[in-house]
T-cell receptor, first 116, second 111 residues
Framework: GENVEQHPSTLSVQEGDSAVIKCTYSDSASNYFPWYKQELGKRPQLIIDIRSNVGEKKDQRIAVTLNKTAKHFSLHITETQPEDSAVYFCAASEGNAGGGADGLTFGKGTHLIIQP | ETGVTQSPTHLIKTRGQQVTLRCSSQSGHNTVSWYQQALGQGPQFIFQYYREEENGRGNFPPRFSGLQFPNYSSELNVNALELDDSALYLC??????????FGEGSRLTVL
């Protein structure tokens, strides 16, 4: 089955700086890669996703890049703000956005801390 | 507000007992997925129900079972509880094959 590795486990950046979180996956059949943000005690929320036929996608301060050959994808957050502090999870699926028969395979998460 | 609601929010059980967790999907959604999130870990796929049928299953033993009802709400049942079953259980609904919308979860503690 799919295996997703996520680094770093904790990332501390100064407010206004950029943050980058990286993930690798093992199953070359995976074609959908979402990123979820989970604030303490809250539900995971989808913040951005990318499909394997696209190399990069951007939404305001957030961008995701995908390298299919190397089987890795990254989340980039620019001009970080205090409300960006949360745990971020990457995930992969060879099915649809809902995960399909094998579901979404998640990384272990990155705790992003924005220092004032 | 995503509209996915779960109950109960917290519960404590003892080893060997059985538990039922409930999930009401967001209006218009026909698919429900269940995930287990251990402390400090990412969610792990348990199973998915689409139109009342199990549509896929992760690496969980048969003592984890589920149901989806005609109104697309769902139940997760866990028999013979073990200490390692202590976790946050997340339900997510979607309009197949669209993105998942998660509920706030049910925090299960097994003593």
């Amino acid at each position: 089955g799919e295996n997703v590795e996520q680094h770093p486990s904790t990332l501390s950046v100064q407010e206004g700086d950029s943050a980058v979180i990286k993930c690798t996956y093992s199953d070359s059949a995976s074609n959908y890669f979402p990123w979820y943000k989970q604030e303490l005690g809250k539900r995971p929320q989808l913040i951005i996703d990318i499909r394997s036929n696209v190399g990069e996608k951007k939404d305001q301060r957030i961008a995701v890049t995908l390298n299919k050959t190397a089987k890795h994808f990254s989340l980039h957050i620019t001009e970080t703000q205090p409300e960006d502090s949360a745990v971020y999870f990457c995930a992969a699926s060879e099915g649809n956005a809902g995960g399909g028969a094998d579901g979404l395979t998640f990384g272990k998460g990155t705790h992003l801390i924005i220092q004032p | 507000e995503t509209g996915v609601t779960q109950s109960p929010t917290h519960l404590i059980k003892t080893r060997g007992q059985q538990v039922t967790l409930r999930c009401s999907s967001q209006s218009g959604h026909n698919t429900v997925s269940w995930y287990q999130q251990a402390l400090g870990q990412g969610p792990q796929f348990i199973f998915q129900y689409y139109r009342e049928e199990e549509n896929g299953r992760g690496n969980f033993p048969p003592r984890f079972s589920g149901l989806q009802f005609p109104n697309y709400s769902s139940e997760l049942n866990v028999n013979a509880l073990e200490l390692d079953d202590s976790a946050l259980y997340l339900c997510a609904s979607s309009q197949f094959p669209g993105e998942l919308f998660f509920g706030e979860g049910s925090r299960l503690t097994v003593l």
